[in-house]
């Protein structure tokens, strides 16, 4: 199949297009990128005032299979990532069984070829059973087709077994995901510790849970020259550690979320547990924070942390209620209203940030139109504004806090390997 899309503004981070071509793809691959193509024998798509990107890809997502399927599985989580314009996606480790093993890798691998809607890659566990005890077989899992390594949903607490997974890991050449919580330090808190746990009552979460972690894995890194991913940066402390550290020329990368440049820790007035997650929303010093570490590139990458829950894991007392937030379907928009359209940061600039940084860190050859690459493509209309109804999510699970906004960038299309699995913010 041929296919032409014409009068998109095309942006390509790597390749550093960014203007207004036409662009014609056959058997799955992008072919060229120039004006006015002849569309002899094409299936045509007029993009015509929208952005043509790259295929945004996600480098941390939950998509609770195998054995959580009654929050998400496969497909319903696949079907969400075309939805909200994502051709890549990885998932994290915390299933049960855990993805600690080749079968595991291999089982989600196959599903995803028979039922997913766009690329699905694994990430394994750093630890067997995600138990921070014993280290997983990394380069098992590596072979079998996992592309990092996370025990995302519990940090790896002993020090010396961190060090040995970075050492481990750096062998096979694959990524260490840290997720940096001092569990001593939470304790049994459940919201950022400040004014608005103490009005609601709430035992609350220091931000220095998270910045504890992040400064070992920092020194860790520097120690070893390994590299290391920081998941879900949320406190003005950490952003300014790894700006730091950086400067000092540590090999470290990491990543936000949508909710953690977009909300408060205020969204939980009322008790609305769509608003608790880990790390928990901060305040408007964080959130400023975290806008200028994506604006100064000290922070890398934008992933969703998907997050689906069922509703009766939800509907309970905050204290009691699951942590995480769907996001497929709000991250861009959130990315474009946020971000894009106050000026804060460039489109060419959210592509490295929501698909070339990713597909690099996942050592995926994805997140370019460059001739010859996957032809998975987002088109977007960044002036079409919409209002968010999780309601009609195609994920299984509806727990967003952004139910009723306003956001302006519209997923008009979604192509992967070609092929469009959504066509006027339509899913095929």
């Known amino acids: 199949m041929k296919l032409l899309i014409k009068n998109g503004h095309i942006i390509d981070a790597k390749t550093g297009i960014d203007g207004v071509f036409d662009l014609i793809a056959e058997d799955g691959k992008i072919v060229e990128i120039s004006g006015d193509i002849d569309a002899e024998g094409c299936e045509i798509v007029d993009a015509e005032g929208k952005y043509v990107l790259p295929g945004l890809v996600d480098a941390h997502c939950h998509l609770r299979d195998p054995g959580f399927e009654y929050k998400e599985d496969i497909e319903s989580g696949t079907r969400s990532a075309a939805k909200g314009g994502f051709t890549s996606v990885a998932c994290m480790p915390n299933t049960n069984p855990v993805i600690d093993s080749e079968s595991v890798v291999k089982y989600i691998l196959n599903k995803a070829k028979q039922e997913g809607y766009v690329n699905v890659y694994p990430i394994g566990a750093i630890t067997k059973g995600l138990k921070g005890e014993e280290l997983a077989e990394i380069g098992e899992l590596k072979f079998a087709g996992a592309v990092a390594v996370s025990d995302d949903g519990k940090p790896v607490k002993s020090s010396s077994l961190m060090k040995k997974a970075m050492q481990y890991a750096s062998m096979f050449d694959i990524t260490v995901i840290s997720h940096c919580e001092d569990t001593d330090l939470v304790e049994e808190g459940v919201m950022n510790e ?3 746990s103490t009005a609601l009552g709430l035992k609350g979460i220091p931000a220095a849970a998270e910045e504890a972690m992040v400064a070992r894995e920092l020194l860790l890194s520097e120690y070893l020259d390994i590299p290391i991913h920081i998941a879900h940066v949320s406190t003005a402390l950490s952003v300014e550690l790894i700006r730091n550290a950086k400067k000092r020329g540590a090999r470290v990368t990491c990543e936000t979320c949508p909710h953690y440049f977009s909300l408060t820790e205020e969204a939980c007035m009322g008790y609305d547990t769509n608003a608790k997650v880990n790390p928990p929303l901060r305040t408007a010093r964080d959130v400023q924070a975290v806008i200028e570490g994506i604006a100064d590139d ?30 497929f379907e709000t991250a861009l928009p959130l990315a474009v209203t946020k971000l894009v359209r106050p000026g804060i940061i460039t489109m060419r600039k959210l592509v490295e940030k929501m698909s070339l940084n990713p597909a690099k860190l996942l050592g995926i050859n994805k997140g370019t139109l460059d001739p ?57």
Do not use: Q
């Not at 000290?298 to 769907?326: C, Q, W, Y």
């Not at 010859?372 to 919409?386: L, P, Q, R």
């Open 372 to 428: 010859g690459s996957a032809a998975d493509i987002t088109i977007v209309d960044i002036d079409a504004k919409f209002t968010v109804r999780p309601e009609l999510f195609e994920s299984k699970s509806k727990n967003s806090p952004f139910g009723g906004m306003e956001l302006y960038g519209l997923v008009w299309g979604t192509i992967v390997d070609g092929r469009p699995v959504v066509s006027e913010n339509i899913l095929l």
């Open 298 to 327: 000290t922070i890398d990458i934008i992933a969703t942390d998907h997050a689906p829950h069922h509703i009766d894991e939800k509907r309970v007392e905050f204290s009691l209620a699951a942590n995480g937030m769907v996001g």
């Open 194 to 196: 400040g004014c608005m």
